[in-house]
C-alpha cells in the first residue's frame, strides 16, 4: 500500500467535514435545478430521519436476516450512493476487514491496516472521514474495484456503540458523482448511531435464548447449594448427635452408615453444582470433567452397576489437549477392561488432580489382571502415562480373595508446573 | 511484500474463502475458519463452534467443513482455475481439515455448471422457481446419497422422531439446538408433497468418510437449489449410534449414515445470519 499512498499528506487523511466549502459547492452546482439548494437539502435530511427511524424497527422484526447487511442497504438507498461497506476491526486490532459490501461484493473479507484505510481511520479516531471526488487516488480499501466500478466521493462513518467504536460504514458515490455534503456527512453520523444502538439491541436478542438457559442453570446451581446441602448437612449432624447417644451397639452401627451415606450424597451433589456451574461458566469448551462424566456414562449399559465416580482437585487445570484427551481415552480403557473382560459387578473410578500430576485410579471387583487378551490395552495405557511423564501401575485389589479384583493407576504430568 | 503477489490470484482465493463461510452446516453452527494463504485455501475446524453434547466426535463439524470444502472448489472452478485438494494434511493439526491449492495449469475440477452453483452457493438460498420437484432424488439416488424409498419412509421418520424425543428430554442437549431446528426436523404438509428424505451414507465411519459425505452433501444440496428444491440436514438422527445402526438396517446399506435430510419446496426468505467474516476468516503469510 505504501506507494500508492505516500505519507501523511493523502487527500483522505483528515477527519474534519469540508462543512463551508462543500455546501458553497452544492449551491454552485444545483443552482439550475428545479427545487431550491434549501430544499433539496431539507429532502435529503428527511430521507435520513425516516431511514433513521425505520431502522430500529427493521432490524429487531427480521429476526433472519444480517443486521449489518440491512444497515447497509438503508444506506445505499437513503444516500444515493453505489457502493456501502461496512468494515469490522479484526481480532489483532491492527486490522479492518470488509464484512458486508452492497454493491461491491469483490471486496468481501478483503483487509486493510488500521493505519492506512478510511474505515480504519474512523474506527481509530471515532470521526467521519471524507475522500472527495476530486481526490486523485482512491482510498485503498476502494481501490481493489474493478476499473468500471472506479468510486469518486467517499465517506467513512464510525459505527459507535457503548464499548466504543464497533466499525465503520463506508459509503462511495460513483466517479461521476457528487461530493458529499456537510448535511451527509451529519446525518450519515446521526443514522450510524441510530444504527448501532439497533445493533447492539438485535445482538442482544439473539444471545438472549443461550443466557436464559444458562441463568436456569446457575439458579438451580445456586438453590442446590444453598438449600438442599445445608438441610443434609444439618441431618447429618442430628443424626450423629443422636447416635452418639444410642446405647445398643448395632444401632448405633446402622446410624453412623446412614450419616456416612448422606456425606457421599452430599459429595456427589457437590460434583453436581460444579458441573452446572462450570456449563454456565464455559459453555463452549468441554471441562475435562464434563468428559470424563460422560465417558463414564457410556460405560453404564456395560456394567452391572454405574461406575462410582469421584472426581477431585482442580481439573480445570489440565489445559493441554493432548493430555486431556489422553486422560479421557484412559478412563475409557480402564472402564472397558472392568466391563469386558474383569466381569466386575462394581467399579469405582476416581480422577484426581494434584498440583502436579493428574491420577485416574479404577477398582473392580472383577476376576483380576491374569488373562492374556487383556495385555494389548495396558500396553496402550503404559504408552499414554510414558508420553505424559507419569506411571501406570496395574496390580490386584484384594489379593488371595475369590473375586481378587484390579486396582490400576495410571498419573499423568500436568503440563506447566 | 517481498515476493510478487498476483491479485488475481488472492482475489479468487478471497472469493473461495467466502464462499466456504456461505456453506451450510448441520444446524447452522458455522464450525469453521477459513485460511486465506498466498496460493491457496485452508479450511481449520472451529471447535468452539461444535456441539459438544450432540456431536462429541465431531462428526457433524467435520460433515460441516466438507460442504465448505466444496464451495472452495465450486469457487475456483468457476474462475477457472486447476486445483490440488488435501484432506486433513497435517498429521498432528486434526483441526486442519483440507488446503486446498491453486495449480495454475491444471482444469478445473468441477465443470462449468459450477459458475452457476457457485451463485447458488453464496446466496444461500435459492431463488430459482420450482422446475422439476422430485428430480432431485434422481440425482442423489445411488453414490453415496439415498433417497429413502416411499415405503420405508415411515420407518424413517420414526427414527427421527425418536431422535428428537431424545434431545428434548436431554436439557444440555436441547440447549444446543435453537427450537427452530428441532421443527424444522420434523415432518411438515408442505414437506410431505415431495419425496423428500435423503440420507447421505458412507463406508468409511471416520473423519474422512465425514468430510466427503459433507462435500457430496452439498454438491446435491445446491444441485438441489437450482431446482428450486432446499434441503435440511436433520442432525439429531444420526447423532446417536443405535440410531445410526437402526437406520443402516432400514435402508439395507453397509454404510454408515451420515446426516438424513429433507427435502422441501425452496422458500425464498432472507439470507441466514452468519457469522462475522472477522471470526471466520484470516489472511494468513
Known sequence: MAEVFPGESSAWNYHTPPAESATHAIEAREAPALRSPDQKLSLRREQWLSAATTITRDLLVDAGADSLQVIARTVRDVAGARFVTVALPTHDGRHVMIEVAVGAEELLGTTYSVDDSLAGCAIRTGQAVVHR???????PEWDQLPITQRVGAVIAVPLLGPDGVRGALGIARPAEGDDFVAVDIEMAMMFANHASV???LADGREQRYRVEILEDRARLAGDLHDHVIQRLFAAALRLEMAGDDIADDDASDEVSSV???????????????TGLRSQTVATNTTTLRRRVERVTDEFAVLLPHHARLRIDGPLERVTDRMLADDVVAVVREMLSNAGRHAFASQVDLAVVAGDET??????????GVGSPERRSGLDSLTRRADRNGGTFIVDTARPGTERPGTR???TGRIVGT | MTTAVDP????????AAVAATRAPSVLDTQPWRMVVRRESVEIHADRSHQLRHLDPDGRSLIFSCGSALTNVLLSLSADGLGTHITRFPEFNRPDLIAAVHIVPDDQPVLDPLSAALRVAAVDGVCTTPARSIGAPMAVVEGGAVLAVPPRLREIVECIVRESIDRVRADPSAHAEIRPAWLSAAMPTQQAAAIPSLGVVVDDRDAREGWLRAGERYQLMALDCALRGVSTIPVLPATAFPDLRTALRNVLGTTETPQLVFRAVAALPGPPRRRRRLVDTLVEGA
Open chain 1, 133 to 139: 471526488a476530486a481526490d486523485t487516488e482512491a482510498p
Open chain 1, 198 to 200: 439497533a445493533l447492539e
Open chain 1, 259 to 273: 450419616v456416612t451415606s448422606i456425606r457421599d450424597t452430599i459429595g456427589q451433589l457437590r460434583n453436581t453444582i
Open chain 1, 358 to 367: 493428574i491420577t485416574v485410579v479404577v477398582v473392580d471387583d472383577g476376576v
Open chain 1, 408 to 410: 490400576a493407576v495410571w
Open chain 2, 8 to 15: 488475481g490470484l488472492q482475489r479468487a482465493l478471497r472469493r
